[in-house]
């Protein structure tokens, strides 16, 4: 998740959408106060190694803390430190409505298949071997669908300017530099792109059950951007 004072914006990530990658390349682009959420150890370094901002601003200063923390009658506040996969709901009630208002906010979304296709390589990136079936059992879809769109979305309804999708990424690049008047073009790197070789499609990998579950799951996504399962 990036804050960008200096360019008013507000990156959303969602997962398995290349967040990594569009969330390094942004970071190339930002001020000493905007906000970066850590990554992985890995992608750190990447980070580093390209010579972008890294993790930054990021824990509520005290006074932010105690104001919240009041708000919201001395609940458990912790969920609303800025991290990775925060929720639009959770950033506008600490930025505040005015910079909630005034900042271009976004994120991606994708076909939910390739979203599950991508997190259940992910998930055996270290050997740690699970079944297809085994996968669709732990609620990994479940989990995914909380880091989609119920990400983006506040009762119900889109709270961002725009959800891009990961399929005309080259052109909701293009877009972003446009809409943020940026004097130099942004270059994705590959993070975390080595982990899925199958090349399989939906209806390959899953088995008609578990399309179903897809179907029925992410019916929202599906509909509102024309994705076919």
């Known amino acids: ?19 990594t990658s569009i969330e390094i390349a942004l970071s190339g682009i930002c001020g000493i106060n905007d906000i970066i959420t850590p990554l992985t150890s890995e992608d750190e370094k990447l980070r580093r190694e390209l010579g972008f901002l890294g993790p930054q601003n990021y824990i509520l200063r005290d006074s932010l803390f105690a104001k919240l923390k009041n708000k919201f009658n001395n609940k458990d506040v912790q969920s609303l430190r800025y991290y990775n996969h925060i929720s639009a709901s959770e950033i506008k009630n ?35 071997f699970m079944t297809v079936d085994e996968f669709f059992n732990a609620n990994n ?23 891009y999708l990961y399929e005309r990424m080259e052109e909701a690049v293009r877009h972003i530099e446009k809409s943020l008047n940026l004097e130099k073009k942004l270059t994705l790197p590959k993070a975390k792109a080595s982990f899925r070789k199958d090349k399989r499609g939906c209806k390959e990998f899953f088995n008609e059950d578990q399309i179903t579950l897809i179907r029925e799951m992410f019916s929202t996504e599906i509909e509102r951007f024309g994705y076919e399962i």
């Open 94 to 128: 600490i930025v505040g409505a005015k910079i909630w208002k005034n900042y271009y906010k976004f994120c991606f979304e994708r076909n939910p298949c390739d979203r599950l296709i991508s997190l259940y390589y992910w998930k055996i990136r270290n050997a740690n």
């Open 141 to 163: 879809p479940y989990i995914l669908k909380k880091k989609g769109i119920n990400l983006y979305t506040i009762d119900g309804k889109i709270a961002v300017d725009k959800v």
């Open 1 to 19: 998740m990036i804050i960008s004072h200096k360019h008013k914006f507000i990156f959303i990530k969602t997962n398995k959408t290349a967040g």
